[in-house]
């Protein structure tokens, strides 16, 4: 977001306002009047609106105001200290009373400033870091480190399905087209393949470069067939339809798309912060994250774009169709591999 406010009125209470990095978001803020304030390089307008719509007409946002019945308009400007994502807040405060603001009215909103400022600071500073925190780190993740499970070893074991997500022939892709192009190419198809995930309640934990691993927590292991491993085998066949329909418009257009191979495994994590004594990355570890990757590899052998794990398979409640069995790299014994069944 570019901004975050909370218009309050008396009628009808508070309600909060998003300005997303948008054209539409941009051109309402240009009819503002905190734009009109920072243009002029100022902290502190009044505009007296009962004098007419000349008092506003340079400040559309206050001509709506004025139609409203309003008569008198203030902003206040609070810059906060450097250093932070957040620059400052402005205050604004709107009266219908004919007469206006009085002096001592205005007194008194400027002497509440200092500290509603530095309660505003306060908030939004928590807010931005719970925000920031999600978009790297998943919203489940975040509130844990938000929660101060911070220290390294920290961790509980947990039982979830394993979603991983590998495209094919990327590093072949890098070398032939411009990096740049290539690192937006692959934001969008992380649009198609990552939406359908969170939307079924899955958590992306990591990138991998061009893949990412995802949990489905599962707060049941013993309930069979379990909802949450058939949840997680829709993400994947909605992603793979996604990612199928962004291919056939690239392609259209003249660029190279990128095929998505999809692994559905189930295990035992430890889901905990791993890594050095002053950078930590908050993941699962365990033999099933490990062998979700193993059998990742077989895609192109078994020539199918989604694969399930044997411990998968028989917990998810879906009829599947048997791909063969499979001796898988670094593990002694041999597994069965499963695919969802193919279209008539």
């Not at 901004?3 to 503002?32: C, H, L, T």
């Not at 390089?41 to 340079?58: I, N, V």
């Not at 072949?172 to 309640?201: K, N, Q, Y």
């Amino acid at each position: 977001m570019r901004g975050f406010s909370v218009d309050w009125r008396s009628d009808r209470g508070a309600s909060p306002v998003p300005a997303a990095f948008g054209v539409e978001d941009i051109g309402a803020f240009e009819r503002s009047p905190l734009h009109a304030l920072l243009a002029e390089g100022r902290t502190f307008a009044r505009w007296r609106l009962r004098d007419g719509p000349d008092a506003a007409k340079a400040v559309p946002e206050l001509l709506d105001l004025r139609a409203e019945g309003a008569t008198d308009y203030v902003l206040h400007l609070i810059w906060f200290a450097p250093g932070t994502a957040l620059k400052g807040v402005a205050v604004s405060f709107t009266t219908d009373i004919p007469s206006g603001f009085s002096d001592d009215d205005l007194a008194i909103l400027a002497e509440v400033l200092p500290a509603l400022g530095l309660a505003i600071s306060k908030l939004g500073l928590s807010r931005t870091l719970h925000e920031t925190l999600a978009i790297y780190l998943g919203s489940a993740t975040s509130t844990r480190v938000l929660n101060g499970h911070i220290r390294r070893g920290e961790g509980e074991t947990v039982a979830a399905a394993i979603l991983l997500a590998d495209f094919r022939a990327f590093t072949a892709l890098t070398d032939r087209d411009d990096p740049v192009s290539v690192v937006g190419w692959l934001d969008e198809h992380f649009d198609a393949i990552g939406e359908p995930v969170m939307r079924c309640g899955g958590e992306i934990l990591k990138f991998t470069g061009d893949g990412f691993l995802a949990i489905f927590p599962v707060s049941d292991p013993r309930n069979q067939p379990c909802p949450t491993c058939g949840i997680a085998l829709d993400a994947a066949e909605q992603a793979l339809a996604l990612n199928r329909a962004l291919n056939d418009r690239r392609r259209s257009a003249g660029l190279p798309g990128l095929e998505v191979d999809l692994v559905l495994h189930f295990g035992q994590l430890v889901y905990g912060n791993v890594g050095t004594g002053r950078r930590l990355d908050f993941t699962v570890i365990g033999r099933a994250v490990n062998e979700a990757s193993r059998i990742e590899e077989l895609c192109d052998e078994a020539d199918r774009s989604i694969l399930v794990s044997d411990t998968f398979a028989e917990r998810c409640g879906r009829r599947l169709e048997p791909v063969g069995t499979f001796a898988l790299r670094g593990l002694e014994r041999k597994q069965q591999i499963w695919a969802p069944l193919r279209s008539p």
